[in-house]
């Protein structure tokens, strides 16, 4: 979130998602070389036009234009469509197994348009940058115009503060996300990484919903100005509890119909991840209520330099504790690691709203 004296450059740090480029993983399933350097082109205009669309998104919030940031939100939508929609060259559908690590970064439209795209012809993990590159820019360039950015102008300052909180703590997110993953696949453990995406696949539905959730609550916690307010606490308490109490019923539910699910879906190999699915159900879904509502709270009131705190913390504390557990876990190894580290992420919101948020304001 920007600061509302800068809120009118917030598309400024676009400029500044150049190392998503040197960062970027070059892509296996390339035929040729100029196939290769167009998905990383692909890649970089994604990642440039998802940081000014977010960054309008939190002006037009800073300037309580709510309803114009859920309008901005349905055009990039629209955006996409239309232009996927006019692509020619008719394939059969690819496999969506290159979708995989880019479908938490894109919405069910921006998914189901990454999908139209494959159906084309294109290449499944160039038509999922193309789906959010497109919808993301037409977005962004909208949250400008209509919160009354000053277009063609930069503010290198300001670009480089809203950078120097937001860059960082999207990368800590992701990490905190992927870390998992990423030692499995760098260890050669493959089999592990097809269990842990499997059991995750089951869970995510909560965790989605939640994070639709926030889109809504994003704007009421915008509204309620600086931390502090007795009954602004309590209603988070409130809100925190009645998820809760879905995620309960949710993971009930995978407790008791999770082992079949992943038999009859995904095939008899992977009964053996029930265990894992089971620790997962018990854990995750309850860590992910307590994460996705304080984050959204503290981005709605502002609170970057915090949340980036927190999950630094989180990951000095959590990766070297989950790391011990991967390597003494008995066969369980995978999902606690990344279990731990959910904790260790919603330990400290928990600890950050009830110290900061609940603490006594004087005047």
């Known amino acids: 979130m920007v600061a509302p004296g800068h809120a009118r450059h917030g598309g400024s740090p676009a400029s500044c998602s150049c190392p998503l480029l040197r960062a970027s993983r070059w892509p296996h399933d390339s035929r040729s070389t100029r196939s290769g350097w167009s998905t990383l082109l692909w890649l970089f205009l994604a990642g440039a036009a998802s940081v000014l669309y977010w960054s309008s998104e939190a002006e037009l919030h800073c300037a309580s234009r709510h309803r114009t940031a859920f309008g901005v939100t349905a055009l990039a939508s629209l955006a996409s469509l239309a ?74 300052a300001a670009a480089l503060r809203h950078a120097r909180i937001g860059v960082p703590s999207a990368a800590a997110l992701w990490l905190a996300a992927n870390a998992t993953v990423l030692l499995l696949a760098h260890k050669g453990r493959l089999d592990d990484v097809a269990g842990l995406r499997v059991v995750l696949a089951v869970l995510i539905p909560i965790n989605q919903v939640l994070i639709g959730l926030s889109s809504f609550l994003l704007p009421r916690f915008a509204r309620q100005g600086s931390a502090g307010s007795a009954p602004a606490s309590r209603s988070v308490v409130h809100m925190i509890v009645f998820c809760a109490i879905a995620a309960l019923l949710f993971s009930g539910a ?27 159900a018990c854990v995750l879904p309850m860590c992910w209520v307590v994460i996705t509502l304080l984050r959204t709270r503290l981005r709605g009131l502002g609170g970057g330099a915090r949340l980036l705190r927190i999950y630094g913390v989180s990951l000095a504390i959590g990766l070297p504790l989950s790391f011990v557990l991967l390597e003494s876990g008995r066969g369980m190894g995978p ?15 928990l600890v950050c709203f009830l110290r900061k948020d609940n603490a006594p304001h004087v005047g």
């Open 83 to 156: 232009s996927l929609a006019s692509l020619a060259s008719l394939a059969s559908l690819a496999s969506l197994a290159s979708l995989a690590s880019l479908a938490s970064l894109a919405s069910l439209v921006m998914l189901v348009c990454a999908v139209l795209a494959m159906h084309l012809g294109v290449e499944p993990a160039t038509a999922a940058l193309l789906a959010i590159a497109v919808s993301a820019l037409v977005g962004g360039v909208a949250g400008q115009r209509v919160g009354g950015a000053r277009s063609g102008r930069l503010d290198l």
């Open 254 to 280: 995978v407790l008791l119909y999770g082992g079949p699910l992943l038999g009859r879906v995904y095939g008899s190999d992977y009964v053996r991840f029930s265990g894992w699915l089971s620790l997962g």
């Open 335 to 349: 999902i606690l690691w990344f279990a731990s580290l959910q904790l260790c992420i919603a330990a400290l919101f």
